[in-house]
């Protein structure tokens, strides 16, 4: 093995440090400087990237916030508007419950009207009907007819008995 002859320890190391020293000067002036710009490069993009990451989440966050807003404040017309169609229909189902109970006070008066005129037609004529009842029964009967004041005290007479 060549590598273990002391003869040619020397000459080995001379050309182990002449080798080290170029790859270490081509490493020091060309490679590494390369490499320190690329990753100066990536780190500006990075930071370039969360600046502008940064950015975005805040006109997300302002957008949300707007977009809230805007919700809310929807929200609110919206509730206003029920409200008030909601009171409008009450008002208008008051004036409606309003017309039909004067409508319904109207009938129920024009009705009793009716029935208080129809009551004393029918009274008036209570004792001329029963007048011509008891006349027709007794001349049945009796096979004479009575006069017509004694009829009339009877009718009379029956009518007060029957009111107490």
Known sequence: MPQLV???FAPQLVWLAITFTLLYLILARVALPRIATTLEKRRDVIANDLDEAGTLKRQG?????A?????????????????????KLVDEAEREKAALTASTAKRAAEAEARIAAAKTTAMANVHQIAADTATAIVTKLMGASPDA??????IDAALTKGKD
Not at 149 to 154: E, L, N, P
């Open 67 to 87: 977009y809230e807003a805007a919700l809310a404040a929807a929200r609110g017309r919206a509730h206003a508007i029920a409200a008030e169609t909601r009171q």
């Open 61 to 65: 966050e302002d957008a949300l916030k």
């Open 6 to 8: 002391f003869a040619d």
């Open 149 to 154: 004041a004694t009829v009339k005290a009877a």
